[in-house]
Every structure is written in structure tokens, then in C-alpha cells.
């Protein structure tokens, strides 16, 4: 349910600006919406997406948080001669 699906997605929102200190200008370029969008969406919540808005939104979020995923793993680059 969209609706409910957009809860989560507020809630992800949070935590990337919060916790990751993530601007919302940043998540707006990489979900490629106008910054107004994400913040009314964040910060008016009866508002809801508009379905291409919601598929972007959606679509950012599960890529940033593999990113994340994948930063949190990286063991840097000097750890030792694996490839080798």
C-alpha cells in the first residue's frame, strides 16, 4: 500500500539527514525532484507523492541505502594485498 510504503520512506528520509547528515538538497538532486517536494513531503505528512514522485522517491531511497550498506563494509583500500 503506497501509503504505508511512504511512512517507511519518511522514516528512511530521517535517519539518511539525521544520522548520516545527509542534506535534503542532496537526496532531492539524487532522487531528481525540486527540494520543495522532498521537504513538503517530509515535513507536511497528509501530503503524499504523485506516482512519479513516489517511484523516484522510492527508487533513491533503495539505492542510497545500498550504498550505505556497501560503505559500511568497505575495509579501505590499504587492508592489505587481497588482489594480489
Known amino acids: 500500500m503506497k501509503?504505508?510504503?511512504q511512512i517507511m520512506?519518511?522514516?528512511d528520509i530521517e535517519v539518511l539527514?539525521?544520522?548520516y547528515k545527509?542534506?535534503?538538497s542532496g537526496l532531492a538532486r539524487d532522487f531528481e525532484?525540486?527540494?520543495?517536494t522532498?521537504?513538503?513531503f517530509i515535513f507536511a505528512p497528509?501530503?503524499?507523492l504523485n506516482n512519479e514522485n513516489f517511484v523516484k522517491t522510492k527508487d533513491g531511497l533503495k539505492k542510497i541505502k545500498q550504498a550505505?550498506?556497501?560503505?559500511e563494509e568497505y575495509k579501505g583500500f590499504d587492508v592489505g594485498d587481497e588482489n594480489e
Open 3 to 5: 501509503e504505508i510504503e
Open 33 to 36: 525532484l525540486p527540494e520543495r
Open 46 to 48: 497528509q501530503r503524499n
Open 9 to 11: 520512506m519518511r522514516k
Open 22 to 24: 545527509i542534506s535534503l
Open 68 to 71: 550505505i550498506k556497501d560503505a
Open 17 to 19: 539527514t539525521g544520522k
Open 38 to 40: 522532498i521537504r513538503e
